[in-house]
């Protein structure tokens, strides 16, 4: 299933935009459909690396470059790490996520260059995907990770992802990362 067009114009006025600052990466929805698993979605997540002394130069970019901001209060940005937009061509949200943990750098690493409609964009791979939904822990997040399970689960190097699994557990002293891998391979 491709991305549908509105999320391609989107990245396309976006990648080149966001190389200029850094890593970064596609992750979310329109990384599982990148992936080739069935998803509807109405946004489009991205992983950016900018300082937070560099985020209101950042996002003065962004609203030059068509996206306006959804969110104007600093302390939003400082709690949340999140800057969200809406591309004014499309009208389709965009959240930016502001990267802040090794993880985060981490996955930007093993970022995966896909071509989406004509523009190569990084998106996270799939095992960071898959332990990135099992982290976020939402219903449907568990169901995307099921998902992808399915469709690429022999693929997958699932020592890694246990292994990172098991070390975000004991890191945030949460009990359900490993049980939630085990229920979807099953």
Do not use: N
């Amino acid at each position: 299933m491709p991305i549908a067009p509105a999320a391609v114009e989107l990245l396309r006025e976006l990648a080149p935009l966001l190389d200029r600052w850094g890593p970064w990466y596609l992750f979310g929805a329109q990384a599982v459909v990148a992936y080739g698993v069935p998803r509807l979605s109405a946004d489009v997540d991205v992983t950016v690396h900018v300082a937070l002394g560099e985020v209101e130069r950042f996002a003065d970019e962004m609203a030059r470059s068509g996206f306006d901001p959804l969110v104007s209060d600093p302390d939003f940005v400082r709690r949340t790490h999140v800057l969200p937009f809406v591309h004014r061509a499309t009208g389709m949200p965009v959240d930016l996520v502001l990267a802040c943990s090794g993880l985060e750098q981490e996955f930007a690493e093993r970022a995966v260059p896909i071509d989406v409609g004509g523009v190569t964009v990084p998106v996270i791979s799939r095992e960071d995907l898959l332990i990135a939904k099992i982290l976020a822990g939402r219903p449907k997040d568990v169901e995307d990770a099921r998902a992808l399970w399915r469709a690429h689960g022999d693929e997958l190097d699932l020592e890694r992802i246990e292994s990172v699994l098991q070390q975000l557990q004991e890191a945030l002293a949460q009990s359900d990362l490993l049980p939630t891998l085990h229920s979807i391979r099953r």
